[in-house]
C-alpha cells in the first residue's frame, strides 16, 4: 500500500519569501512517481510539479522545486519568492507501479502568503 | 475548450434519494478517476475505470456506483444519498497508467445532502 503524509495543515509566509511544504511518502513499489498539485480557493486541481523515482536530478519549474530525498521518502515543495496568489491548498501525491498505479493523496497543506 | 467537465457544478439534494454525477471528456484517455474530497482527509479515490466497461472499487467506494458506456462519460451514482456523502466530487483522467503521468482533474461538484 501507498502512504502520503503531510505534517503541516497550515503555513504562512511572507511576500518574497520562500516557503518548503513537507510531504513524506511509503510505498514498496520499486518505481514511482511524485506529484503536487495547487487547489486555489476557486477549487480546480492544479499540476505543479513532477518527480520521478529514479530521477537523478531534484525536478523545478519556475518559483517550484522539489527537494526529493529518496532514502528519507521525502519530497518536500520549496516555492521561492513566494506571491499572494500562492496563498492554496496543496497536495502530495504519488503514483506506483502496483494496485493499478492509482494516484495517492496526502491530507494538504494550507498555505496563506501574506503581503 | 476544457478537456473534462463535470456537471452539475453544485447540487443539493434529499437523504435518500439517487443522485447521478457526470464527467465527460474530450481527451479520448483512456483512465477516468472519481475522488471525493473532504477536510482532513484529502482525496480518496472512490472508483476508477480502464475502459469502456472496465471499472473496479477504490477505498471509499460504499454507497457509491459508477458506469462507462462510452469512453468519453464515466458516471458516478449514489444510490441513496446520505449525510455522509456531502463532499466536493473530482474527476480525474489520464492516458497512461504509467507512475511518471498524473492526472487532470475536472473542477469538481460540490454534492450537499440535507
Not at chain 2, 10 to 38: A, F, I, S
Not at chain 2, 40 to 67: A, M
Amino acid at each position: 500500500a501507498q502512504k502520503i503524509t503531510q505534517t503541516q495543515p497550515g503555513m504562512f509566509v511572507q511576500e518574497k519569501e520562500a516557503v518548503t511544504l513537507d510531504c513524506t511518502y511509503d510505498t514498496s513499489d520499486p518505481s514511482y512517481g511524485l506529484f503536487w498539485y495547487k487547489q486555489p480557493s476557486s477549487g480546480e486541481m492544479i499540476f505543479l510539479i513532477y518527480q520521478g523515482s529514479y530521477d537523478q536530478q531534484n525536478a523545478t519549474e519556475g518559483r517550484y522545486s522539489l527537494n526529493f530525498q529518496k532514502a528519507r521518502k521525502s519530497a518536500n515543495l520549496v516555492i521561492s519568492a513566494s506571491q499572494l496568489g500562492d496563498s492554496a491548498m496543496y497536495f502530495c501525491a504519488m503514483r506506483g507501479v502496483t494496485g493499478f498505479q492509482k494516484l495517492v493523496f496526502g491530507t494538504g497543506t494550507r498555505l496563506l502568503v501574506s503581503p | 475548450d476544457a478537456g473534462i467537465t463535470q456537471s452539475p457544478r453544485h447540487k443539493v439534494t434529499e437523504t435518500g434519494t439517487p443522485v447521478t454525477l457526470r464527467c465527460h471528456q474530450t481527451e479520448n484517455h483512456r483512465y477516468m478517476y472519481w475522488y471525493r474530497q473532504d477536510p482532513g482527509h484529502g482525496l480518496r479515490l472512490i472508483h476508477y475505470s480502464y475502459g469502456v466497461k472496465d471499472t473496479d472499487k477504490g477505498e471509499v467506494s460504499d454507497g457509491y456506483s459508477v458506469s462507462r458506456s462510452k469512453t468519453e462519460d464515466f458516471l458516478l451514482t449514489l444510490e441513496s444519498a446520505t449525510s455522509s456523502q456531502t463532499s466536493v466530487y473530482f474527476c480525474a483522467i489520464s492516458d497512461s497508467a504509467d507512475s511518471n503521468y498524473g492526472y487532470t482533474f475536472g473542477s469538481g461538484t460540490r454534492l450537499t445532502v440535507v
